[in-house]
């Protein structure tokens, strides 16, 4: 894939502050002619401003802090960027949350906020993007799922029932949207080392979950990379790592009893959340 398949482009990133969406703004910034960078953190959002022009003084900023989970925000973000005259050629739907723990011992606020991200506020943007681009006859929609969306996931009961219904989502508009000219991408990733554990934990950093082992693990460069390789080619799904993507075809495969299986031993131990998003949203208590 050459990046060069993105030059001139405007992108838009939810969830830019730090992990998985901090690495698309790095490896798009050489070639965009303009960035609108999400996120609730704003003097990270400055911090990656510096960052990114140095890799490219021409690069266009535009830096957005918003809390995905008020929705009245997200009205007014998407208002102003009608009336910016913005056209977004690359939507990446990035911005989520996790939470760890059996489900009838969470706090309302997480599970509350998981929804708000990881379904409304992501729905809601493309669903305020999409006719944009189609009236256009172009674009990109990349919207980060999980490995987590292939199955349920006990102890992650809300957060894998969130993914699944972006994996959803996005094969449906995929379908809806095949005779066109636009692209329509789920990535799926395992586990990367971000700071997605550490919000997800509701002990804190260094809490009960355990680090996967490292031949399991994918570097956030590689998710990243193998995911606008993904949207340059066209392609519906991605599953970064060799071994995750094979875990997970192999999942798929199996009996129902077998993966209930499964669930019973991942309930008896700890275990690291199937993705890497990089949490852009403290909630119920963790800052």
């Not at 990133?13 to 996120?39: D, N, Y």
């Not at 989970?69 to 102003?80: A, G, L, M, T």
Request: a negative charge; aromatic letters at 6%; proline letters at 7%.
């Amino acid at each position: 894939m050459s990046i060069s398949y993105f030059a001139e482009c405007t992108v838009l990133i939810t969830g830019a502050s730090a992990g998985i969406g901090r690495e698309f703004a790095r490896q798009l910034a050489p070639v965009v002619s303009t960035m609108v960078l999400v996120a609730r953190r704003a003097d990270r959002l400055e911090t990656l401003e510096l960052e990114l022009k140095v890799i490219n003084p021409d690069l266009e900023i535009f830096l957005r802090p918003l809390d995905l989970r008020d929705h009245p925000e997200v009205e007014r973000f998407c208002d102003w960027l009608d009336e910016s005259g913005l056209a977004i050629d690359l939507l990446i739907n990035n911005a989520g949350l996790g939470d760890y723990g059996l489900f009838a011992d969470s706090e309302w606020e997480r599970i509350d906020a998981m929804l708000q991200v990881n379904i409304h506020a992501l729905t809601y943007l493309t669903y305020r993007i999409l006719p944009k681009m189609q009236r256009a006859g172009c674009g990109a929609i990349l919207n980060v799922s999980s490995t987590a969306s292939f199955l349920p996931v006990p102890k992650m009961a809300t957060y894998a029932a969130t993914k699944a219904y972006v994996t959803s989502l996005t094969e449906a508009l995929r379908a809806e949207l095949r005779d066109s000219n636009l692209t329509v991408t789920v990535l799926c990733p395992g586990p990367v080392p971000t700071e997605f554990a550490d919000v997800a934990n509701r002990t804190g950093p260094g809490g009960n979950l355990k680090v996967a082992p490292e031949i399991f693990t994918v570097p956030v460069q590689d998710v990243v990379r193998d995911a606008l390789n993904a949207v340059s080619r066209d392609r519906a799904r991605v599953v970064p790592g060799t071994l995750v993507n094979l875990g997970m075809t192999t999942i798929a495969f199996l009996p129902m009893f077998i993966k209930r299986l499964l669930y019973q031993l991942k309930l008896g131990e700890p275990a690291q959340p199937p993705s890497g998003q990089a949490p852009d949203y403290q909630v119920a208590g963790t800052r």
